[in-house]
């Protein structure tokens, strides 16, 4: 268990709704069977334009992992909607891919539309695609509060989409936490080519270092280095290390670095997410800086839906907001970070400017060392 200055949440962790600041939800959502109408108003407006809407256009243009959260308020969209008929969904942007693999998708982007359509999206994206909709609707992080209900509250920000639009169209939707989407993995060529180059051999963990913010949230390569000479330690076991950085130079960076010890490190940079989808699915841990590669090694499931534990870092942001649900989702975070989750804040929004400079380094890799062994020994869930 980490001890200097961060502590360990478990993704299955259920937290009390005083625990934390909430909003209640205004009904008892556990006793109220699917499909029937909830005890607060629909938006009248909202419910009376979708009603008129037979397809969904999914656009976003903006940062992945907001995309990836966002994809419980597309899964909530057509769950209303197919409570009369199943509708037609496409997805549309960059992230188009990605999106078909949570199974929401019905329809390739190509295919023209037959009728009324509604766009769900982030505000770039919806600018673009919004001119001939019958509703827009946009997804913004920021908006969703912590809700709360029958005894328990509901952090994470696919739970907030989910339940954010489920009071607005005023309906119990069927879904139950964790609510946002998982992304299958696809035979890929690319796996297949580190698998025979032996880097998913024995004992593999997929570190990632790629970030917006790399000041603030960038664990970086020497600290995953020692935490794999750790671990390594540990299990007595040769250890693949692959290091998962972003694009400094707009194109892709793969090499191999001089052995450390016990632990072979392989530097993927710049590598498509849609390779990386494929990839993590076949580690046996994932630990990652809070950003869109660590939700989407979480949301990314084998077909059997098998997958490794991921471990998320937390230095600012509230630890339970950003994180997808699911219970093999975990997390380690800082007391700033604690203290966003614990009063649903958000240090960007709010301007809450940290009292110490320690960030990521209150996060050693001796204290995070036991806690992946516990991790992929399966002690701790």
Not at 268 to 294: E, K, M, Q
């Amino acid at each position: 268990m980490p001890s200097d200055g961060a502590q360990y949440h478990p993704g299955s962790q259920i937290i009390p709704a005083e625990a934390i600041h909430t909003t209640p939800l205004g009904y008892d959502r556990a006793s109220i069977p699917a499909g029937t109408p909830l005890p607060i108003p629909a938006s009248a407006e909202l419910t009376d334009q979708l009603s008129r809407c037979s397809e969904v256009e999914v656009a976003f243009h903006g940062k992945l992992g907001d995309t990836l959260l966002a994809l419980a308020a597309v899964r909530a969209l057509t769950e209303w909607l197919g409570l009369s008929a199943p509708p037609t969904v496409r997805a549309f942007g960059p992230y188009a891919g990605l999106i078909t693999r949570s199974g929401l998708v019905t329809q390739a982007p190509s295919a023209a539309s037959n009728g009324r359509h509604a766009v769900i999206g982030d505000r770039a994206a919806i600018g673009e695609q919004a001119e001939e909709a019958t509703m827009s609707l946009v997804c913004d992080p920021a908006a969703p509060p912590c809700w709360s209900g029958d005894g328990r509250a509901h952090p994470d920000l696919p739970a907030r989409y989910y339940l954010a639009l489920e009071r607005r169209l005023g309906v119990r939707l069927p879904g139950t936490p964790p609510f946002a989407p998982t992304l299958a993995s696809r035979p890929s060529s690319f796996v297949e080519q580190l698998r025979s180059a032996g880097w998913l051999n024995g004992l593999t963990i997929a570190a990632i270092t790629a970030t917006s913010w790399p000041e603030r949230k960038d664990y970086t390569d020497q600290r995953f280095t020692e935490l794999a000479e750790r671990i390594a330690d540990v299990q007595q076991s040769n250890t693949r290390l692959l290091l998962v950085g972003g694009k400094p130079d707009g194109g892709v960076n793969i090499a191999v670095q001089s052995p450390r010890r016990n632990v072979q490190v392989l530097h993927l940079d710049g590598v498509p997410a849609d390779h990386l989808a494929d990839l993590f699915p076949h580690c046996d841990l994932v630990v990652g800086n809070d950003t869109g590669l660590t939700h989407l090694a979480a949301m990314t499931r084998r077909r059997d839906g098998g997958g490794p534990p991921v471990l998320g870092l937390y230095a600012r942001h509230s630890h339970s907001k950003w994180r997808t649900g699911w219970p093999h989702h975990h997390a380690v975070a800082t007391d700033l970070s604690h203290r966003m989750h614990q009063g649903d804040l958000c240090p960007v929004r709010d301007s809450i400017a940290s009292d110490t400079d320690v960030h990521m380094n209150a996060i050693t890799p001796a204290s995070l060392a036991q806690l992946c062994v516990d991790l992929l020994n399966g002690i701790r869930r």
